[in-house]
């Protein structure tokens, strides 16, 4: 044990026993009687009041093995005992001797520093004391010996923590001094000098000092020190000091002028060099990432090269000024991801935050926001209560007759005729009040497409072969043909036209003929039909042919994109390399959304995005091979760019494209992690293999020094950045965000599954729910059996099957929801078994597509009001958010009848995850994970929203049970998922979120997602709601067991057994009939826990 003269300080025991025993946990405590606690206070106080040097060295050398010995615990419990006052004031005391004991002094500063580095107020101790003003002193005495100095220095270091001491040192010229300590390349003192080199950065912590640096023209300084100990560095200890150095201007580029000073003084180009070199040596590539970061951080803002931030696009809003200026746009607090990078590191310190904790919110249902007057306007939205099925006495086979004319006229346009011509529309601002917009293609009496709507054609590849398509399609390849006003073209260009529309016709008729059927549910003229009276702002009258000639998926699954090593540091350095020099610099645009007059060189991409679902708004050729990518905003705003599509022609093969989409606002994504963009050939198509295709190497997310045009504040831009080598001279390409789905598509699909299903068995009624803003229907589609005839009994059970309300694509980037919905409709409308089953149990609510604006005008997640519809469900506007408004009608209508959804699901798509899940509701695991003091014991919860998630674990590979969670926030408080379980009391009301990407567990394991997969999803969630059925009998048909494949169980085996439920109901419970009226909560016991896991919500 140790004692020390006649003191009363007595601690017991040994070293080693004084580092304690272990916790169960394996924490080492203090065991240290009670006795010992006050003898070192007493050790303490003698120190601070010891007389003679040896007691003084003695304490310090006891303190300093006791410290040494143990953990920081130790040094956490002496600041807690008075430690740092202490020490602070023995160094007061020896310090202000006319000739101090350096004796002393250096193992009290040595002490000092290595308690301060534990101790958050040490700074201000110090300053308290008057130790900071008599450190910098006793430096300023030692300035040629380096052992002092450098201790000095460390305490300097240590004092800094605080702003207000780093700035009483920098006040009293410390920065100078300190600064005049770091000489040339030398190989002495450089203990001192990266001591010296350490305090100066921990100085620059103030904005005041970093002011001070940037005047003296320190920076300067600081790059030529740099300069010179890279280029003479030979050992270990020199690259430590140019880690040192770099930090130093790290800390100083935080100010804009600094960064300025950085720039101006060479900075970017010294790093640059110094940087290759690091590269070369494996013993400074330590240096290169400090370096990169920082070149990044002070490439000089650039300015977009757009004359507005605002969407070129702009849609006259009823009630809202005409014409809205440029200006400042926070970021919106209520999206999906915070725009803030910050924000983005610090969510898990505010997600509790976030949490709902009042249990009158959570519990009570608010009342409604309209008046029950208003809901049996929607009683004609369940027409399979009023339809009288007179047609049941009919044959069953369907009716050819029938079917076809439950089509539109538009649909006989391109049947028989197909002229080619190629329109213009002038771009321009819908009218919210009107019935038909200027994008909208006129038909005449008889159903035909005037001349001025019809086709363009193009020659593709060497003028071999035409490709010609629906209403004002253009392929963009080979060289267009000189358009004309309807009837005015020339005479003797009739007889040489006429000749080529028959030649385009038989083309056109022989390559449907060949290529058209062999994709499912997708017929071209159809198609072209759909989009001749789709409205949009600026008029799409040219149609994007995979959207025209339809999708496969490819065969095989397509794997995740390996990220290459170092891409990141790669890309950075090629942007350094473009701000340094200007040779092969083009910096050209060559397609501007706004400006259509822009010539391209013959020898460049060729660039379009002016036709439904596309977005770009901008392409400049920064290189012979390399282009900047912008897009363009959602409809009357400035932000929300993510979403892209365009074409892509001219090009050469086997040449790597880089392209650089640079005004992306999400700061991360899953392109990080082995996404990538999708890519459509339409040589490729035309040559039997019509698939989007995962494409590009070279991929890197990573933020950028572009700012927007217009100035607004705190927006950073983010570029995505990837290369491309096209298989075939002269194609034309698409590339895309994701898989494209268009609202033309969409109502294309409906009439093909309208005219695929047995009227004698299927219920399928399409109707529309209401109009958008820019005129277009919003189509529901309600899908459930016939009953087996006209009697009483068949016609109750169908009267009274529960609801099932589906819907999807309220954000409209997020397309891979609508291939998850066509999965979910193919199937209720096929002959499999299960979905027989599902008919014969449930009646379906469609609406597959919430905002048909925002996905025609390529928006990636507002309508043309500017605002996220997922946003509005608390109190949607009837004018401004119709889709919600109606939707949201319908369900109080549902709820008003009895009829309350046994089921809503909302489809979306997530960005920044991989796999798919579920977010559903529930007030326990809300108040559990918030921390809540409510007691929960009492509440009894009925656990069936959980029900849908577990069977789909063990039915769908691409789904994760684990990324589920049930948590109600604040900022979700007005989305869809929450109002209908809130409002209409729905236990199962959820949003589902597909991936972007692909999965990280399963047999999709590295796989990414395509449209088969997502498609996959739909029907697999269809097989889940068996688990919700009333009908035993039915759910534990063996017949059905072996078409929905249970034998698939859980696909994360690795992960153990799990807590999976049946794929039936709790039968102990009995089947249930429909969930209670309001979120189900009353007294009585509970004995599940929560299992939801942190993350963003819908």
């Known amino acids: 044990m140790f004692r020390y003269g006649q003191s009363n300080f007595t601690w017991n025991g040994t070293l080693r026993e004084l580092e304690g025993s272990w916790t169960e946990r394996g924490r080492p405590r203090m065991t240290a009687s009670p006795s010992s606690s006050s003898g070192l206070e007493v050790l303490l106080s003698t120190l601070q009041n010891a007389g003679d040097v040896e007691s003084t060295l003695n304490i310090l050398n006891v303190l300093d093995e006791l410290l040494s010995a143990g953990t920081d615990r130790r040094i956490h419990y002496m600041i807690s005992k008075g430690g740092s006052e202490a020490l602070l004031t023995a160094l007061v005391n020896t310090g202000r001797s006319f000739s101090p004991n350096y004796t002393l002094l250096l193992p009290l500063l040595h002490l000092l520093a290595k308690v301060g580095h534990r101790d958050r107020r040490i700074g201000v101790k110090a300053e308290d004391a008057g130790a900071a003003l008599l450190t910098l002193n006793l430096l300023r005495h030692n300035v040629k010996h380096a052992g002092r100095a450098a201790a000095c220095l460390w305490v300097i270091q240590v004092f800094s923590s605080s702003v207000s001491t780093a700035n009483l040192i920098g006040a009293n010229h410390g920065l100078d001094d300190i600064y005049r300590l770091i000489p040339q390349y030398t190989t002495k003192h450089l203990h001192a000098i990266k001591a010296a080199i350490d305090a100066f950065a921990a100085l620059l912590c103030t904005k005041a000092n970093v002011c001070s640096v940037v005047s003296k023209g320190y920076i300067s300084g600081l790059l030529r020190l740099y300069e010179d100990w890279h280029c003479k560095q030979t050992q270990h200890a020199d690259v430590a000091i140019c880690h040192s150095l770099l930090r130093c201007l790290h800390k100083v580029t935080h100010s804009t002028a600094g960064r300025q000073a950085f720039v101006s003084q060479g900075g970017i180009r010294l790093l640059y060099g110094t940087t290759q070199t690091c590269l070369l040596s494996k013993g400074l590539e330590s240096l290169v990432e400090p370096s990169v970061q920082l070149m990044r951080k002070c490439l000089p803002k650039t300015p977009l090269p757009l004359t507005s931030d605002r969407s070129a696009y702009t849609f006259l809003v009823p009630g809202r000024p005409d014409v809205v200026p440029d200006m400042d746009v926070e970021p919106d607090e209520n999206s999906e991801e915070s725009d803030d990078e910050e924000a983005e590191d610090n969510k898990d310190a505010d997600f509790d935050d976030d949490l709902e904790t009042d249990l009158n919110k959570l519990r009570i249902r608010p009342d409604p926001d309209r008046p029950k007057e208003l809901l049996p306007q929607y009683s004609c939205l369940c027409p399979e209560l009023s339809h009288d099925f007179q047609e049941l006495g009919l044959s069953s086979e369907p009716e050819e007759s029938s079917t076809s004319s439950s089509s539109s006229d538009e649909e006989a346009v391109l049947l028989s005729d197909l002229r080619v011509h190629s329109s213009n529309r002038d771009r321009g601002s819908s009218s919210a009040s009107h019935q038909s917009s200027p994008s909208s293609l006129e038909t005449d009496p008889e159903g035909h497409a005037p001349a001025a709507a019809q086709l363009e054609a193009l020659d593709f590849h060497s003028h071999s072969s ?148 596309g977005n770009l708004r901008k392409a400049v050729q920064v290189r012979k091979y390399e282009y900047d990518l912008i897009l363009n905003a959602d409809a009357n705003t400035s932000q929300h760019t993510q ?125 529309v729910l209401c109009g958008t803003l820019a005129g277009n229907p919003c189509p529901m589609v309600t899908i459930t059996a016939c009953p087996a005839s006209r009697g009483w009994k068949d016609m109750h059970q169908l009267r009274n099957r529960p609801c099932i309300v589906l819907t999807g694509r309220v954000h409209p980037g997020e397309s891979n929801a609508s291939w998850v919905m066509k999965g979910t409709l193919e199937f209720l409308c096929s002959t499999d078994p299960v979905a027989q089953s599902l008919r014969e149990a449930f009646v379906f609510k469609l609406i597959p597509m919430l905002n048909p604006d925002g996905v025609i005008n390529g928006t990636n997640r507002c309508d043309l009001n500017s605002e996220d519809l997922n946003r509005q469900w608390c109190k949607p506007d009837p004018v401004l958010s119709p889709t919600i408004y109606h939707t949201k009608g319908l369900l109080y209508y549902l709820n008003s009848i009895g009829r309350t959804p046994l089921v809503f699901c909302d489809y979306h798509g997530h960005s920044r995850k991989k796999n798919v899940f579920l977010y559903g509701c529930s007030v326990k695991e809300t108040l559990w ?75 999709y394991k590295g796989l990414q997602m395509g449209t088969r997969e997502l498609q996959e999803m739909g029907v697999k969630f269809c097989h889940s709601l068996l688990s919700v059925t009333k009908d035993v009998k039915t759910l534990y048909s063996q017949r059905l067991i072996s078409h929905v494949g249970l034998d698939h169980k859980s696909h994360n085996l690795s992960q153990g057994p799990r807590d999976t439920a049946p794929l039936g109901p709790n039968l102990s419970q009995g089947p249930r009939d429909t969930p209670p009226p309001g979120p189900s909560l009353s007294q009585g016991p509970r004995d599940t826990a929560p299992l939801g896991q942190r993350g963003h919500r819908r």
């Not at 028959?502 to 290529?515: C, P």
């Not at 083009?586 to 007059?597: A, G």
């Not at 869809?976 to 949003?991: D, F, H, I, N, P």
Request: aromatic content about 12%.
């Open 466 to 613: 035409i490709l010609s398509t629906s209403p004002g399609f253009r392929t963009g390849v080979g060289q267009a043909r000189v358009e004309a006003p309807v009837g005015q073209r020339r005479e003797d260009q009739d007889e040489e036209e006429d000749a080529d529309d028959s030649h385009h016709r038989t083309m056109i008729d022989r390559l449907l003929e060949r290529h058209g059927s062999c994709i499912p549910h997708h017929e071209p003229k159809l198609y072209c039909a759909a989009a001749a009276k789709t409205n949009s702002i600026p008029g799409f009258s040219i149609l994007a042919f995979p959207d025209f000639w339809g999708h496969l998926p490819p065969p095989g699954h397509e794997p995740m994109s390996p990220r290459k090593p170092n891409i990141q540091r790669q890309k950075v350095f090629e942007d350094a390399q473009r701000f340094l020099t200007t040779d092969g610099i083009i910096n050209q645009v060559v397609f501007d959304l706004e400006d259509s007059s822009i010539q391209c060189p013959s020898d460049s991409l060729r660039f379009y995005s002016k036709f439904e679902c």
């Open 929 to 1003: 994970q918030s921390g809540s003091a409510v007691n929960t014991v009492g509440l009894k919860e009925d656990p069936g929203y959980r029900t849908i998630p577990k069977t789909l674990d063990r039915l769908a590979p691409a789904f994760s049970f684990n990324s589920c969670n049930y948590l109600v926030e604040k900022s979700r408080s007005s989305t869809a998922r929450v109002v209908v379980w809130r409002e209409m009391g729905v236990l199962r009301s959820y949003t589902m979120e597909s991936t972007h990407n692909g999965c990280d567990q399963g047999i």
């Open 643 to 767: 979403w892209f599509y365009c074409e892509v022609s001219n090009m050469v093969a086997d040449v790597p494209y880089r392209f650089n989409v640079i005004n992306c606002e999400k700061s991360n994504s899953q392109f990080n992690y082995g996404m990538q963009p999708v890519l459509y050939s339409v040589r490729e198509a035309l040559e039997g293999r019509p698939h989007w295709v995962r494409t590009g190497t070279d991929i890197c997310y990573f933020r950028n020094h572009f700012c927007p045009a217009r100035g607004r504040r705190r927006t950073t831009f983010y570029t995505l950045t990837f290369s491309i080598s096209f298989k075939h001279n002269e194609d034309v390409c698409y590339l895309a965000y994701h898989y494209p789905y268009t609202y033309s598509a969409l109502k294309a699909h409906l009439k093909v599954l309208q005219k695929s299903v047995d009227p004698a068995k299927v219920f399928f009624q399409q109707q």
